[in-house]
């Protein structure tokens, strides 16, 4: 099993900076690609952003390239998602995932409990 806790969300104003943090625990061997999913009021989670450990291999949402970035620090367990230049369309809840997958497949998956992000006009 693999814990996931983030932190870090908050309120900004638009055009302001914000990062989240995720700090995974427990059982990690094999679990080596991270990624942010978020949910804005009334819509459903949608994909932002993943990374594999070890590979310099990112992959973005369009709706957030080249303002949000992806990264990982190995000696902590934990991986961030540095946001800038936020929009009020940034708001929603922000999870954090975990998973292993093989052979293209996801064979483990797991999600933090969710930090709250609200940009304000």
């Known amino acids: 099993q693999v814990q996931l806790v983030e932190s870090g969300g908050g309120l900004v104003q638009t055009g302001e900076s914000l990062t989240l943090s995720c700090l995974a625990s427990?059982?990690?061997?094999?679990?080596?690609?991270r990624g942010w999913y978020r949910q804005a009021p009334g819509k459903e989670r949608e994909f932002i952003a993943s990374?594999?450990?070890?590979?310099?291999?990112?992959t973005y949402s369009d709706s957030i390239k080249g303002r949000f970035t992806i990264s990982i620090d190995n000696s902590k367990n934990t991986h961030y998602l540095q946001m800038t230049n936020m929009k009020p369309e940034d708001t929603g809840v922000y999870y954090c995932?975990?998973?292993?997958?093989?052979?293209?497949?996801?064979?483990?998956?797991?999600w933090g409990q969710g930090t709250q992000v609200t940009v304000s006009r």
């Open positions: 995932t975990a998973r292993r997958e093989y052979r293209g497949s996801t064979m483990e998956e797991y």
């Open positions: 427990g059982s990690l061997g094999g679990v080596d690609i």
């Open positions: 990374t594999k450990l070890h590979w310099d291999l990112s």
